[in-house]
């Protein structure tokens, strides 16, 4: 079965610094990998995704995750980032195109002025 | 444009009291539909996802109910209200099938937050 697992349940960063995310999944088939933000108390939007190719995907507000299928990752990192991108960020998979999605627990980024 | 609308988006409810919240899509047709969970720390949980009118496929067993009367509707329930049922409950949909406009995502409803005390 599939699953989805973030390490970090929180992250603190200092404005215009550098971040990582991590995740790692588990699947014993091909899978799509996602990755969604929440900002406080609102659904979730997504900032970017894996289907297939190039194994780096850019996403909206500078944000990009690259697919290690060996290492059965999807991190996603941002180079320098800023008070707004403060909200949940959530690691999914799913194993069949359109269906279901799992999700990880989540990520809190904080940053920091 | 799609849109999905969620309401109510807060409930503050007894134990033991009944739920209804309710999910509709505009826009699209014959859309996959799907209820989660997020509860304090614990991430999303997928409790419930529909293919179709009356189709329903329970993800964990639990003291919720799921049910879509029309294409574009989903409603979650529950008879009686335990504690444990508060969180943050959000409602997405997604295109069916491999073809046409079909981007692998889900999109999501603003969520309704429930407090059973």
């Known amino acids: 079965a599939q699953s989805v697992t973030q390490l970090d349940s929180q992250v603190p960063v200092f404005e215009e610094a550098p971040v990582e995310l991590r995740c790692n999944y588990s699947?014993?088939?091909?899978?799509?990998l996602f990755w969604y933000v929440q900002y406080p108390n609102q659904g979730l939007q997504l900032l970017l995704k894996?289907?297939?190719?190039?194994?780096l995907v850019k996403g909206i507000n500078g944000f990009e995750a690259e697919f290690n299928k060996s290492q059965t990752s999807f991190h996603l990192r941002k180079p320098s980032v800023h008070i707004s991108d403060t909200a949940e960020y959530f690691c999914?998979?799913?194993?069949?195109?359109?269906?279901?999605?799992?999700f990880g627990t989540g990520t809190r980024l904080q940053v920091f002025p | 444009s799609q849109t999905i609308h969620q309401w109510p988006a807060t409930l503050v409810q007894p134990v033991g009291s009944p739920l209804s919240l309710e999910c509709t899509v505009e826009?699209?047709?014959?859309?996959?539909l799907y209820w989660y969970r997020q509860a304090a720390g614990r991430g999303l949980q997928l409790l419930f996802y529909?293919?179709?009118?009356?189709?329903i496929s329970s993800e964990v067993p639990q003291n919720l109910s799921a049910s879509r009367p029309q294409d574009r509707q989903f409603i979650l329930s529950s008879k009686k209200l335990l504690l444990s049922d508060s969180g943050f409950y959000l409602c997405?949909?997604?295109?069916?099938?491999?073809?046409?406009?079909?981007?692998?995502?889900?999109?999501f409803g603003e969520g309704s937050r429930l407090t059973v005390l």
């Open positions: 529909s293919v179709g009118i009356g189709q």
């Open positions: 997405a949909w997604s295109v069916q099938g491999l073809a046409g406009p079909n981007t692998g995502e889900l999109f």
């Open positions: 826009g699209t047709s014959n859309p996959n």
């Open positions: 699947s014993s088939v091909s899978v799509y």
């Open positions: 999914a998979v799913s194993e069949s195109f359109g269906d279901k999605l799992i």
């Open positions: 894996y289907l297939s190719g190039s194994t």
